[in-house]
């Protein structure tokens, strides 16, 4: 049986990392680090409350969850910014893909650089918008001309620029950002999933410069909630006025509001395991470098190790030693490399162990 499915989503594959929970799971850089005692009972505290009043809608507009993220971002980036320029849903997924509903759409395009993630060309095309991208340089950085060059060649409604990027940790400079919100007549997505591992500038300190400037975070990467499902962006009220366009009526339920704002509640306390984590990244990099192999240098919780012959036969002979990482190799630029994220001290000591058995068993 045929079903009437959109001609345009014939033949396209779903999202779908692996999700094999008996593995040490290092495949979709998530936090290794669980929730401590006391903001679990925080957040189950917070959702009790909540689910006294599940008989009425939520707040619709998330107000008091959106004045704390606005909050944590003035504190972090020292820009003031206030409710009207936040917006959240449920993850920074949903929030995408609420940019290309609103910016984008039928006869538009969004360009992006790859490699990059994977989503970006999945959301475009969930929302019929067209996709072009460019490659990024052999060493996966961009430049501003190579980026300026792009959008005056596409002319795109939507421009993404990732960083640090994933999958290959790299970082792009605000020089990059500011030339092409110049260059652009569209909406420019800067997407800063993991800019609590770096040490760069966010471009949320452009934004008073550049009304067409989105930069989107979330809480599933650093603030160690992937199972929250809370993403968010910073932009001119206007941009958030577009969004609240196509956006579901409640898609913010009370009970995700009431978690994410007891978990803000604990940035410090959440955000206390960065260091932690980049100091595992740092053993990944140190100890794959001793084997001989190649590291792209990083700035997020996760890197590019390789290149390898044969990696999707690495990937399963990693899993076999109980370890999961992120075939990324068939993306394009990406032959010969895969993906791993930092663990816990444990799970990365296993991690070495089992790429040190692999190499051995190859020479
Ligand atoms: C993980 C990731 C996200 C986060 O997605 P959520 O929907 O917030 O979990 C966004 N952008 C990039 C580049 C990512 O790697």
Known sequence: MTLPVRDDLLGKQPYGA??????????????????????????????????????????????????????????????????????AANGSNEVLQQVC???????????????????????????????????RAADFTLTADAAVAAVARHRPAITFLTTPNNPTGTVTG?????????????????????????????AVTLLDRHPRLIVSRTMSKAFAGAGLRLGYLAAGAEVVDALRLV??????????????????AHTDELLGTVEAVKAQRDRMVDGLRELGLTVVPTEANFLLFGPWELPATTWQQLLDLGVLVRDVSTGPGLAGWLRVNAGTEDETSAFLAAVSEVVAARS
């Open 247 to 264: 956006r579901l009526p409640y898609h913010l339920s009370a009970l995700t509001q009431a978690a994410a704002r007891a978990a803000l």
């Open 101 to 135: 509903q609103a910016f984008g759409g039928p006869g538009r395009v969004a360009l992006g650089f790859e490699p990059s993630y994977s989503m970006h060309p999945l959301l475009a095309a969930g929302t019929n918008t067209g996709w072009v991208a460019e490659r």
């Open 18 to 87: 692996p999700q094999l929970p008996q593995a040490i799971q290092l495949n979709v850089n998530e936090n290794p680090f669980p929730p401590s005692e006391s903001l679990i009972a925080a957040v189950a505290k917070a959702v009790a409350e909540a689910t006294a009043t599940l008989n009425r809608y939520p707040d619709r507009e998330a107000v008091g969850l959106r004045f704390d993220l606005a909050a944590y971002l003035t504190r972090v980036t020292g820009v003031p910014l206030s409710v009207d320029q936040v917006w």
């Open 174 to 202: 605000l020089d990059v950002v500011d030339a092409v919100c110049q260059a652009s007549d569209g909406m420019v997505v800067v997407d800063e999933a993991y800019a609590e591992f770096g040490g760069t500038v966010s």
